[in-house]
């Protein structure tokens, strides 16, 4: 069956979840991997759905928009191709985290040193942490970095740039053991 | 089955000890386990094996351990780590696990045995153990977001 993407965004309330996934759900949708949270007050909410050949993203979103539209949601649906099943063969996974002062362009100098890397960012969430002008940034991610990537370096770099923000970055293998 | 808590094993019989070798077994067969409780083999008795020989966050290490009717008498502090499951395909999660444990059971030979244990064969233990009461590591995820996918979206 093919998939679709689903999101919607809208001020924090009870029964949007119940909502969004009772409209999906009569549609002859099936969730698969889904992320949501509360983002600032704002509720934001991505699925890739699994849903009957017949029904188009484009009915879907205006049933949503119908259905959900008294909650205050902003809601879209595209359809999306499939995806190549690749397991990351030979990519070793790392949790990255840093906190400090927050200033723009944190995350984007952070990402671009690792894209520089080769390496590939699989989780990214942040925090604005208290209010007013002194407030901190928190940003953590997980990302794989191919077998033959340089990692003493990337440490060396990302240390570099985190003294030049003035905030504190570590890199941290990220073994889980299966027991 | 994984969701149920198991029954005790009581004496330790010649049906015990084969369900002492068919854990040890099917962790040595797996390649990459150092723990597997009776009901992750369709065996919902309280009985597990570990053995956490060579690996590098090891610190106590009673080399291969079974345990019948397990029972922990102490466990103290607590540490996050990632964990990954033979029953759980392809997720892992942060869990928060007692960093010492003092743990008494019966062994193969049905003599009791009280064992203190930490770091690594601490954490592997409370993971089993939490496979006897119904419990996988999903249970325990210190928070929702802490759970992340090994493979990429397929």
């Known amino acids: 069956m093919p998939h679709v993407a689903v999101t919607a965004l809208g001020a924090d309330r009870p029964g949007i979840v119940a909502a969004v996934t009772g409209v999906l759900m009569r549609h002859g949708g099936n969730l698969e991997d889904t992320a949501m949270t509360n983002l600032g007050g704002h509720f934001a909410m991505m699925l890739i759905v699994d849903v009957p050949t017949a029904e188009t993203a484009e009915v879907l979103e205006a049933a949503l928009v119908a259905e959900v539209g008294v909650l205050g949601l902003t809601v879209a649906v595209r359809p999306i191709a499939e995806v190549d ?23 984007h100098h952070v990402a671009q ?54 905030v504190e970055a570590h890199l941290r293998a990220d073994d889980a053991d299966v027991l | 089955m994984l969701a149920t808590p198991c029954a005790p094993v009581g004496e330790i019989d010649e049906r015990a000890r084969h369900l002492g070798r068919d854990l040890v077994d099917t962790m040595r067969g797996s390649g990459h386990s150092v723990g597997v409780a009776a009901p992750q083999i369709g065996v919902s008795l309280r009985a597990f094996c570990i053995d956490v020989s060579g690996h590098p966050k090891a610190r106590s290490c009673h080399g291969e351990l079974v345990l019948f009717d397990p029972v922990v008498l102490e466990a103290e502090h607590r540490d996050v780590g990632r964990e990954g499951c033979m029953s759980v395909p392809d997720l892992t999660g942060d869990v928060a696990r007692a960093t010492r444990l003092v743990v008494r059971g019966l062994d193969l030979d049905g003599e009791e045995r009280t064992l203190e244990l930490d770091a690594f064969e601490a954490r592997a233990a409370q993971h089993e153990l939490d496979h006897l009461d119904g419990l996988l590591f999903l249970d325990r995820v210190v928070a ?11």
């Open chain 1, 85 to 107: 099943t690749d397991d990351e063969a030979g990519a070793t996974s790392w949790a990255l985290s840093l906190y400090g002062a927050d200033k723009p362009g944190i995350v």
């Open chain 1, 113 to 166: 040193l690792l894209a520089d890397h080769g390496a590939n960012i699989v989780d990214l969430s942040t925090r604005v942490v208290g209010a007013g002008p002194d407030h901190s940034y928190v940003l953590l991610l997980e990302l794989d970095l191919p077998t033959d990537a340089d990692v003493d370096r990337l440490r060396i770099e990302l240390a570099a740039l985190a003294a030049d923000m003035g």
């Open chain 2, 144 to 154: 929702d977001d802490r759970v992340f996918r090994r493979r990429v979206y397929r």
